[in-house]
């Protein structure tokens, strides 16, 4: 015969196991959620806000640029490291704006002229 303070003690320890497997079992998709949280919002905002820090430190002049108040302006005088930059609005309009209050960055302030779809000409031999 089986003593009955050993299989009440074997039984104690089996259920103490199955306990601590079903509170990780339970955790688990807590846990999986929270990795899929990271890899699809909180990490390509960290890389969107350092690629924009970037840009916003190699801002310079002719960029154009949009503010968070959705006004389009071209960079005149944007001091390496200064806060503050200057740009133009419009023809002798030029506004003094904070460079953490930039959005976006459009390099080249200048678009280079359109390439022409025409096709070749080729000259006719002269006769």
């Not at 009955?4 to 959620?33: E, H, W």
């Not at 108040?69 to 390496?80: Q, T």
């Not at 309009?93 to 096709?119: C, E, F, H």
């Amino acid at each position: 015969m089986t003593n009955p303070i050993f299989a009440q003690a074997t039984l104690g320890i089996a259920a103490a196991t199955d306990s601590t497997l079903a509170t990780a079992l339970n955790f688990g998709p807590i846990v999986l959620i929270i990795i899929v949280f990271y890899f699809l919002l909180i990490r390509p905002q960290q890389t969107a806000q350092k690629s924009l820090k970037a840009r916003l430190a190699g801002i310079r002049r002719g960029d154009k640029v949009v503010t968070a108040g959705g006004i389009l302006a071209e960079v005149a005088k944007a001091p390496e490291g200064a806060e503050e930059i200057e740009v133009d609005l419009a023809p002798n309009m030029r506004v003094t704006v904070l460079r953490s209050t930039i959005t976006t960055v459009l390099t080249g302030g200048k678009p280079d002229a359109p390439a022409n779809d025409t096709k070749p000409t080729t000259k006719k031999p002269a006769k």
